[in-house]
T-cell receptor, first 112, second 110 residues
Framework: DAGITQSPRHKVTETGTPVTLRCHQTENHRYMYWYRQDPGHGLRLIHYSYGVKDTDKGEVSDGYSVSRSKTEDFLLTLESATSSQTSVYFC???????????FGPGTRLTVL | KQEVTQIPAALSVPEGENLVLNCSFTDSAIYNLQWFRQDPGKGLTSLLLIQSSQREQTSGRLNASLDKSSGRSTLYIAASQPGDSATYLC?????????FGQGTRLTINP
């Protein structure tokens, strides 16, 4: 598996506070993705990146922003967390544009 | 908009049985179809990827097929083992990137 780490692994925060989740990869994959996983909804794409400084929105991007200043790091920011953003967040990487995606271990975020 | 459906949502079988998990998708314009495994509290592990030009892929006891014309994929697991217990997800990759089904939770009983 690709070397993908996510930090933090668990976080509890309060409504209205900013939160940043980090995804770090060591495989030099071009594509990186952020998903959220919720009961009844499955995995849904939030944002993705197809290169340094190149990002685009996914299915559920409202309330989230991303940044990618170097190949190995992809940051997901909740500018003002809401309870509806309580979820498990997964990062994934992919070498090309239609290849296998490799997933990180996930971050469990609770917004009170 | 691509929609991916997996039926059944849960399946329980005795050890040693051969079984089939089903996945259907609405948009045949996919680049590939991927199957993943997810253990409780863990991330996803890629099992098989079938490119749109292929009809099947095999890895050990796993065989996945793809029929774009009917919008279906199946994952066949031979000689099931308790260690195969997990949630299995399929995902179609296209212009909207990966779209996931909600998974089939598989339990193999010793």
């Amino acid at each position: 598996d690709a070397g993908i780490t996510q930090s933090p692994r668990h976080k509890v925060t309060e409504t209205g506070t900013p939160v940043t989740l980090r995804c770090h990869q060591t495989e030099n994959h071009r594509y990186m993705y952020w998903y959220r996983q919720d009961p009844g909804h499955g995995l849904r794409l939030i944002h993705y990146s197809y290169g340094v400084k190149d990002t685009d929105k996914g299915e559920v991007s409202d309330g989230y922003s991303v940044s990618r200043s170097k190949t190995e790091d992809f940051l997901l920011t909740l500018e003002s967390a809401t309870s509806s953003q309580t979820s498990v967040y997964f990062c994934a990487t992919e070498y090309g544009g239609s290849d296998t995606q490799y997933f990180g271990p996930g971050t469990r975020l609770t917004v009170l | 908009k691509q929609e991916v459906t997996q039926i059944p949502a849960a399946l329980s079988v005795p050890e040693g049985e051969n079984l089939v998990l089903n996945c259907s998708f609405t948009d045949s314009a996919i680049y590939n179809l991927q199957w993943f495994r997810q253990d409780p509290g863990k991330g996803l592990t890629s099992l098989l990827l079938i490119q749109s030009s292929q009809r099947e892929q095999t890895s050990g006891r796993l065989n996945a097929s793809l029929d774009k014309s009917s919008g279906r994929s199946t994952l066949y697991i031979a000689a099931s083992q308790p260690g195969d217990s997990a949630t299995y997800l399929c995902a179609g990759q296209g212009a909207q990137k990966l779209v996931f089904g909600q998974g089939t939770r598989l339990t193999i009983n010793p």
